[in-house]
Nanobody, 112 residues
Framework: VHLVESGGGLVHTGGSLRLSCAAS?????????MAWFRQAPGKQRGLVAH???????KYIDSVKGRFTISRDSAKNMLYLQMNNLKPEDSAVYYC??????WGQGTQVTVSS
């Protein structure tokens, strides 16, 4: 599975970004479990949000109510809508499929 993220950038506190992840390869996207992770400088990579093949979603507490994970299986796309961004959200965001395939990451920087 090949994953390519896009949509990162620099925003001010309170701003919004929408990350996208395009999936391709031999694994059927429709049955894959997908997730977004992030890694800030000097910190370990950690889970942000997860979506199952039944479109059930889970979020870490710090992003609940601000981030929304979604998928479009017909287009093989995964999304992360991020609203009310905070400086502590700054990190490289990674798309993940089936807990083992990774994209190259996209940088999100939130200025105070």
């Amino acid at each position: 599975v090949h994953l390519v993220e896009s949509g990162g950038g620099l925003v001010h506190t309170g701003g919004s970004l929408r990350l996208s992840c395009a999936a391709s390869g031999s694994t059927s996207f429709a049955i894959a479990e997908m997730a977004w992770f992030r890694q800030a400088p000097g910190k370990q990579r950690g889970l942000v949000a997860h979506i199952t093949n039944r479109d059930e979603t889970k979020y870490i507490d710090s992003v609940k109510g601000r981030f929304t994970i979604s998928r479009d299986s017909a287009k093989n796309m995964l999304y992360l809508q991020m609203n009310n961004l905070k400086p502590e959200d700054s990190a490289v965001y990674y798309c993940n499929a089936d807990w083992r395939h990774w994209g190259q990451g996209t940088q999100v920087t939130v200025s105070s």
